[in-house]
């Protein structure tokens, strides 16, 4: 039976400043636009491509924490981590701590479509999305003045914390005001599929070769018709520990609805882990979860009947 299309994309969960609303705005409906041409054109395209499309415009927005323009990590180079599934068949895609790819989410899909593995990392995956045909820049090419200077306020600020004995700015003690832009997108189209994607350059200051929530199956990124598409983005080692999107994903194919699940989510984080940050959930039905437990989350969906996009939403809708 024929369903209506749904989208639903997120720019990352945190105390996004005042003057970050905007840009973050724009960016999640300029992605928004795009994938719905996809989804909701003469042809209704999957919601895989449609996912694939919103999360390359937002890895091509410097606003936002994936492809150019992302954080850097400790040695002040970027680092990428992407994945994207297609809830039909459950294949997958995905790659970690590549550095010379500005789409990386392009380079998971070819991996979902062109190979019997789901995931590769660092060199190999840039090999393979080099053989078949992606091409790779180098990784220059992604830094941006911005981030330079944040990495180095950040180190400084570090360095001083240290002197005094203070373990404030130690890797494992994150709080909301800083920044995780993180991107994602989750589809369903006219078929009754679902997709989901999610694409990051991780976390600021993060040791070289760190992996994040946001490219592994069932932590960041999760597409089962059977139960739901999530994607989601904050701290990601303790919503990686919960493997958050699976566990999200449960709930629905338990009975829940979106809504509820995507808001129990971030309770679990906070309580179990005292983790923060953002989910976008939705099942075969249409039905949406939005929610977050940090000041703001950049969000905005589609479907055919009703379109809105914002910044804060912290109760169950
Ligand atoms: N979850 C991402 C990570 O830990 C960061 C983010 O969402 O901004 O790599």
């Known amino acids: 039976m ?32 795009a994938g719905w041409r996809v989804l909701n054109g003469d042809r209704g395209g999957s919601a895989l491509d449609a996912v694939e499309e919103a999360v390359v415009i937002l890895e091509d927005d410097e606003t936002f924490d994936a492809g150019r323009g992302s954080f850097l990590n400790r040695d002040g180079k970027v680092q990428l981590d992407a994945l994207i599934m297609d809830g039909a068949t459950l294949r997958a895609g995905g790659v970690g701590c590549v550095e010379r790819l500005r789409n990386p989410v392009r380079a998971a899909r070819k991996i979902l479509s062109e190979s019997p593995h789901v995931y590769f990392v660092a060199e190999g995956a840039e090999r393979f999305a080099a053989e078949h045909g992606i091409e790779l820049c180098q990784n220059e090419d992604l830094i941006i003045p911005r981030e330079v200077e944040r990495l180095r306020a950040y180190q400084a600020a570090q360095s001083v914390s240290k002197q005094d004995g203070n373990d404030l700015f130690a890797p494992t003690s994150h709080d909301v005001t800083i920044s995780h832009d993180t991107v994602g ?8 599929n679902i997709a989901a994607a999610t694409s990051t350059g991780g976390t600021l200051n993060k040791a070289p070769g760190r992996l994040g929530d946001s490219s592994l199956i069932g932590c960041g990124c999760y597409a089962n018709n059977e139960s739901a598409a999530v994607s989601t983005t904050g701290w990601g080692e303790p919503i990686m520990k919960l493997v958050l999107a699976k566990w999200t994903a449960d709930r629905i194919q338990a009975g829940n609805l979106p809504e509820w699940s995507a808001q129990e989510a971030m309770n679990y984080l906070k309580q179990r882990l005292n983790g923060h940050g953002g ?26 009947k009703k379109e809105e996009a914002g910044i804060e939403r912290t109760s169950m809708q």
Not at 185 to 190: E, F, P, S, T, V
């Open 2 to 33: 024929p369903t209506h299309p749904v989208l639903v994309v997120h720019g990352g969960a945190w105390a996004m400043p005042d003057d970050m609303v905007d840009a973050h705005i724009r960016g999640v409906n300029n992605a928004l636009a």
């Open 185 to 192: 997108a989750i589809a369903l189209d006219r078929n009754g």
């Open 279 to 304: 989910i976008i959930v939705l099942n075969p039905e249409g039905h949406i979860g939005i929610a977050h437990n940090t000041p703001r989350m950049a969000w905005a969906y589609k479907t055919v």
